[in-house]
């Protein structure tokens, strides 16, 4: 076997290298420059696909506080404008409406304290759709956009919460349940909201804190946690799964039939390859074991026709492997290895629309490019092959990817692309340049050697 070394090498260039003409252009980088930059954070493109809202973080003199900006700029990239600004206070986390008009996103500008407000795309000023004393923790819009729900209250007692989809009215407490409600999930139909709560409430490292003794507790002791439902309509709770488990990663197939979810159990000592996936029928509630090892696998993804369920994990499920994605029916039987005879880590970021391919973004020695994996034949190929960093996202109803792009001499930016033209890159639509700047420094060499 031979082994592969992968070295970067930034080389400074000289007068000697560069042209007179070029050195003129451009001067040489300083260290404040490195404070100049801004950074790209979420992004997401509108349901009708015509606009991409987005969030940029910047530095703030005399403060040095990092804060963060809203945005909304044309799929074309011709048209960009500025949703949000507030002077040392950020705006995070956008998200569209399900039929678009509104996008929703929290800040702590008003009071200190993280709450929801929404914002038409055209502009106009921000409102505010809630008054949590504590703050508010996730939240999210149904499928259908007709509600919001969030988790709000004091730590340890949070609780759900629900809004009307255009964030008029008064918000309604949803659950009352004996501890506090942590991850949740809307179903398909919008008629309950599935959610993690533990088995008893953590009060005992509660009174710690509050006390003010804030040692650190190695494996501290964590009590059994959860899958319940709550209909929306009756407020009536629901416990879905038993046992010595702490659930998390919630997963949800679009036919609505099916949650799948990791297991951990609750026993202190024990580490996240202790883990396990488990599929629950959410129509006989009955839930079934998928994996029995000692690795640590990946989320389970199902694919968008509900009949597949796909992770990634080691090769042979043996820790230490290379991980390889794994694929089955959702109604039973072996797992399937895809990309068996690669020696690279594979894994599963979204689904082509007819199930047929996987796409994931994987390493390359110093890059970072987008794959495809045959869901069916298993066979793995390139769809980029670039010199730079790339990650690509896909909005559930859309056939237009995001990239979050960079090489040696652009920092991040944001492009849009279809699908099926993600490897033409002259086919990309540059929607971001945050830092125009850096076209007047003189950067160092990049040089990948491979041996």
Same mark, same amino acid.
């Given at each position: 076997?031979?082994?592969?070394?992968?070295?970067?090498?930034?080389?400074?260039?000289?007068?000697?290298?560069?042209?007179?003409?070029?050195?003129?252009?451009?001067?040489?980088?300083?260290?404040?420059?490195?404070?100049?930059?801004?950074?790209?954070?979420?992004?997401?493109?509108?349901?009708?696909?015509?606009?991409?809202?987005?969030?940029?973080?910047?530095?703030?003199?005399?403060?040095? !506080?990092?804060?963060?900006?809203?945005?909304?700029?044309?799929?074309?990239?011709?048209?960009?404008?500025?949703?949000?600004?507030?002077?040392?206070?950020?705006?995070?986390?956008?998200?569209?409406?399900?039929?678009?008009?509104?996008?929703?996103?929290?800040?702590?500008?008003?009071? !200190?304290?993280?709450?929801?407000?929404?914002?038409?795309?055209?502009?106009?000023?921000?409102?505010?759709?809630?008054?949590?004393?504590?703050?508010?923790?996730?939240?999210?819009?149904?499928?259908?956009?007709?509600?919001?729900?969030?988790?709000?209250?004091?730590?340890?007692?949070?609780?759900?919460?629900?809004?009307?989809?255009?964030?008029?009215?008064?918000?309604?407490?949803?659950?009352?349940?004996?501890? +506090?409600?942590?991850?949740?999930?809307?179903?398909?139909?919008?008629?309950?909201?599935?959610?993690?709560?533990?088995?008893? %409430?953590?009060?005992?490292?509660?009174?710690?804190? !509050?006390?003010?003794?804030?040692?650190?507790?190695?494996?501290?002791?964590?009590?059994?946690?959860?899958?319940?439902?709550?209909?929306?309509?009756? !407020?009536?709770?629901?416990?879905?799964?038993?046992?010595?488990?702490?659930?998390?990663?919630?997963?949800?197939?679009?036919?609505?039939?099916?949650?799948?979810?990791?297991?951990?159990?609750?026993?202190?000592?024990?580490?996240?390859?202790?883990?396990?996936?488990?599929?629950?029928?959410?129509?006989?509630?009955?839930?079934?074991?998928?994996?029995?090892?000692?690795?640590?696998?990946?989320?389970?993804?199902?694919?968008?026709?509900?009949?597949?369920?796909?992770?990634?994990?080691?090769?042979?499920?043996?820790?230490?492997?290379?991980?390889?994605?794994?694929?089955?029916?959702?109604?039973?039987?072996?797992?399937? +290895?895809?990309?068996?005879?690669?020696?690279?880590?594979?894994?599963?970021?979204?689904?082509?629309?007819?199930?047929?391919?996987?796409?994931?973004?994987?390493?390359?020695?110093?890059?970072?490019?987008?794959?495809?994996?045959?869901?069916?034949?298993?066979?793995?190929?390139?769809?980029?092959?670039?010199?730079?960093?790339?990650?690509?996202?896909?909005?559930?109803?859309?056939?237009?990817?995001?990239?979050?792009?960079?090489?040696?001499?652009?920092?991040?930016?944001?492009?849009?692309? %279809?699908?099926?033209?993600?490897?033409?890159?002259?086919?990309?639509?540059?929607?971001?340049?945050?830092?125009?700047?850096?076209?007047?420094?003189?950067?160092?060499?990049?040089?990948?050697?491979?041996?």
């Amino acid at each position: 076997m031979i082994a592969r070394v992968v070295l970067l090498v930034a080389i400074a260039l000289t007068g000697a290298r560069v042209p007179a003409s070029a050195q003129q252009a451009k001067r040489p980088m300083d260290f404040p420059d490195i404070f100049r930059f801004k950074t790209l954070q979420s992004a997401e493109l509108s349901p009708d696909g015509a606009w991409v809202v987005y969030e940029v973080q910047r530095l703030e003199f005399p403060d040095w !506080k990092r804060v963060s900006d809203l945005f909304v700029v044309s799929a074309d990239g011709r048209s960009t404008k500025q949703l949000t600004y507030t002077e040392g206070e950020s705006e995070s986390g956008p998200r569209w409406r399900p039929g678009g008009g509104l996008v929703g996103f929290t800040s702590t500008r008003d009071g !200190k304290k993280r709450q929801l407000f929404v914002i038409r795309p055209d502009g106009g000023e921000a409102r505010k759709i809630t008054d949590a004393e504590d703050g508010i923790e996730s939240w999210a819009w149904s499928r259908d956009g007709s509600r919001i729900a969030y988790v709000a209250g004091p730590e340890g007692k949070r609780q759900l919460w629900l809004l009307a989809g255009d964030g008029t009215g008064k918000a309604e407490q949803l659950t009352r349940h004996a501890t +506090e409600v942590r991850d949740f999930s809307w179903s398909e139909d919008g008629r309950k909201v599935y959610f993690v709560a533990p088995d008893e %409430p953590d009060s005992t490292r509660r009174k710690r804190m !509050k006390e003010k003794f804030d040692v650190r507790v190695v494996n501290e002791p964590q009590a059994p946690a959860h899958l319940w439902a709550v209909e929306v309509g009756t !407020k009536r709770e629901t416990r879905l799964t038993e046992g010595p488990l702490r659930v998390s990663g919630l997963e949800l197939s679009r036919d609505g039939r099916w949650a799948a979810y990791r297991g951990m159990p609750a026993d202190r000592y024990r580490d996240f390859r202790a883990s396990e996936l488990y599929l629950l029928d959410l129509q006989s509630g009955t839930s079934e074991r998928l994996t029995e090892n000692f690795v640590g696998e990946g989320g389970v993804s199902f694919s968008p026709d509900s009949r597949l369920i796909a992770t990634a994990a080691p090769r042979d499920f043996r820790y230490g492997n290379v991980r390889h994605v794994y694929v089955r029916p959702v109604t039973g039987g072996e797992w399937r +290895e895809l990309g068996r005879g690669t020696d690279r880590d594979l894994g599963v970021d979204f689904w082509s629309a007819d199930a047929r391919r996987i796409y994931f973004d994987g390493s390359d020695g110093v890059n970072r490019n987008v794959y495809e994996l045959d869901a069916q034949g298993g066979a793995v190929r390139p769809v980029t092959r670039l010199d730079a960093t790339l990650t690509a996202t896909k909005p559930r109803e859309s056939e237009s990817v995001l990239l979050r792009y960079s090489d040696a001499s652009s920092p991040t930016d944001l492009y849009l692309v %279809p699908l099926a033209q993600l490897g033409r890159r002259e086919r990309w639509v540059r929607l971001t340049t945050l830092n125009a700047w850096v076209d007047s420094v003189a950067l160092g060499r990049y040089e990948t050697v491979q041996l």
